[in-house]
């Protein structure tokens, strides 16, 4: 390790600084580990994977030649060298983050970068850009219909929306993210007229296993939700996987079988009797909640481009769609 330091300092002359920089992730992996003292708790804290961050460790010590971190029965302990280092770089790295929002805050409130599960962007959120837009004038919107979360680390949204039923269990946010529910709305089965009219009666959830279940990108989203209410569904599920809601409500609506969706994004479809609900207000299908939740960062939660967009969300859900606000 020690030859890092021969090439850095040759004949008693300093070499440029820029040359003694380690590479960045190196530095950010070590920051969050002496911090929060272990790589797990470091690898959630930047939504990496913990065996990623410990190759970072690794070659931040083998770049400075110093052994930074010791390894004992109950975790890590910086050594004194860590020690020295982290209040070093501890305050320049603070001096980079505010410098990094000091410059993205010039165009931070001209600039509205929303990501959403596809369903709720296009069932309920395009349907209302007008408005949204009337409400933040001079903020440029994006809206992007996507399946996985965004890098918010990497600000490649300002607020992300999606769906948290809740019989299933789910990850703890990282602590630089922060959550709000903005909307919530039970998963229910649905289907047209047509399909039900041919098809076997349907008094238990039991008996949708003899129905065609229609699925998204796999069966998980079917099996959850009936083991919720004590279905087993060991035996596996049948039916055709469509990859998203849309398609499986799209389906649903033209008599191909039983789709799981939410009441926010089927009302329209619900009243005018495009779609039934099965199992309405039949004690053996009890409601099983799901929320609508913003997401963002802690460091962002404020700013007035986002606050304006959390205000007009829970204004226009309770105007709009009272009956499916938060605490209805």
């Not at 959120?125 to 996507?146: F, T």
């Not at 796999?218 to 996987?241: M, Q, Y």
Request: include cysteine; charged fraction near 25%; hydrophobic fraction near 40%.
């Amino acid at each position: 390790m020690a030859d890092r330091k021969d090439d850095l300092i040759k004949t008693g002359q300093q070499p440029p600084l820029r040359k003694a920089l380690p590479p960045f992730e190196g530095l950010r992996a070590f920051d969050a580990i002496a911090r929060l003292g272990g790589v797990r708790k470091a690898a959630k804290w930047l939504d990496r994977d913990h065996a990623v961050l410990s190759r970072h460790l690794r070659a931040l010590e083998e770049w400075v030649g110093i052994t930074l971190v010791e390894r004992v029965p109950t975790g890590l302990i910086l050594t004194e060298a860590g020690k020295d280092y982290h209040r070093s770089i501890a305050q320049a790295l603070d001096m980079v983050a505010h410098a990094t929002l000091d410059l993205l805050n010039q165009g931070i409130h001209h600039q509205l970068l929303i990501w959403s599960t596809p369903g709720f962007a296009q069932q309920w959120l395009s349907r209302r850009l007008a408005s949204l837009e009337r409400a933040n004038q001079g903020v440029e919107i994006e809206l992007k219909p996507s399946v996985s979360a965004p890098d918010f680390l990497s600000h490649e949204a300002t607020a992300d929306i999606r769906y948290w039923a809740s019989y299933e269990d789910l990850d703890e946010l990282p602590s630089h993210l922060r959550s709000q529910v903005i909307a919530q709305s039970p998963i229910i089965p649905v289907a047209s007229p047509d399909y039900l009219e041919n098809a076997p009666e349907i008094n238990t959830p039991e008996d949708l296993l003899n129905h065609q279940l229609l699925h998204e990108n796999t069966t998980e989203t079917w099996e959850i939700w009936l083991n919720s209410l004590g279905v087993d569904c060991a035996d596996g599920l049948k039916g055709p996987r469509l990859w998203q809601g849309n398609l499986t409500s799209d389906a649903s609506r033209h008599g191909r079988g039983i789709a799981l969706t939410n009441p926010l994004l089927a009302e329209k479809h619900l009243a005018r009797g495009d779609l039934v609900w099965i199992g309405k207000d039949n004690p053996a299908f009890p409601a099983r909640r799901g929320d609508y939740v913003l997401i963002a960062r802690h460091d962002r939660w404020n700013e007035p481009s986002l606050r304006k967009f959390r205000q007009w969300l829970t204004n226009t859900i309770a105007k709009d769609t009272p009956q499916f606000k938060p605490g209805s």
